[in-house]
């Protein structure tokens, strides 16, 4: 299979994955981001440094810079085409290229993001997941994914077994008695302002 684990890896870390850098290009998308993240991170106290899982060429990054200037990012990419583009965003000391499956994480972070990840990791992996984002999180996780009740695997772009609809937060807060719900919302493709891919994010705050 090569270099990393799961076919789905593969997919994101090759040609598929350099088309989507192709095709999600663009400052409206920085704008959605950006209210998306005003509205997500409200009620968060202030943050200081940030984690992004699966980054891609900073579409997230961008617009956290416009809402908190100053804050320290880092971020993890598995597509090298993306990490050219973070590159010019981020330090490179900051920047890790590779899969969150192979990540170790040597600190923790005042707010861990994930978006639009968790839907294109293989189901059996997705315990190793949840578990670096519980350890890498010092206060804040927030996960903006697609949602449904129950797991479902949808047919993305003609490819099966490439994208995955579940309850990931729902399962987080299982795992992790230690995170608590803070805040939660839905964002529609059809707003006519700020739209997004229909995106539910959760807001979860860890206690220790």
């Known amino acids: 299979m090569g270099q990393f684990a799961t076919e789905q890896e593969e997919f994101w870390a090759g040609e598929f994955g350099d088309s989507y850098v192709q095709r999600n290009q663009g400052d409206l998308l920085v704008a959605a981001n950006v209210d998306l993240f005003s509205k997500a991170l409200r009620v968060a106290q202030p943050i200081a440094n940030c984690l992004e899982i699966g980054a891609n ?84 996780l927030l996960v903006c994914e697609y949602y449904n009740p129950v797991p479902v695997d949808i047919n993305y772009r003609g490819h099966q077994n490439r994208l995955f609809k579940r309850d990931f937060c729902g399962e987080i807060l299982d795992r992790y008695p230690e995170l608590t719900l803070v805040d939660y919302g839905f964002v529609y493709r059809r707003d006519p302002k700020f739209p997004q891919d229909d995106i539910t994010w959760f807001l979860m705050e860890k206690h220790v």
Do not use: M, W
Request: proline letters at 4%; glycine letters at 4%.
């Open 57 to 140: 060429i900073g579409l997230n990054v961008r617009a956290l810079q416009l809402l908190f200037p100053g804050l320290e990012q880092h971020a993890i990419e598995i597509n090298d085409e993306a990490v050219k583009q973070l590159n010019k965003l981020i330090p490179q000391e900051n920047l890790t290229r590779g899969s969150i499956l192979e990540f170790e994480c040597s600190r923790t972070f005042d707010l861990v993001l994930i978006k639009g990840v968790l839907i294109h990791i293989q189901p059996d992996s997705l315990s190793i997941v949840y578990e670096k984002l519980f350890e890498s999180t010092k206060r804040y």
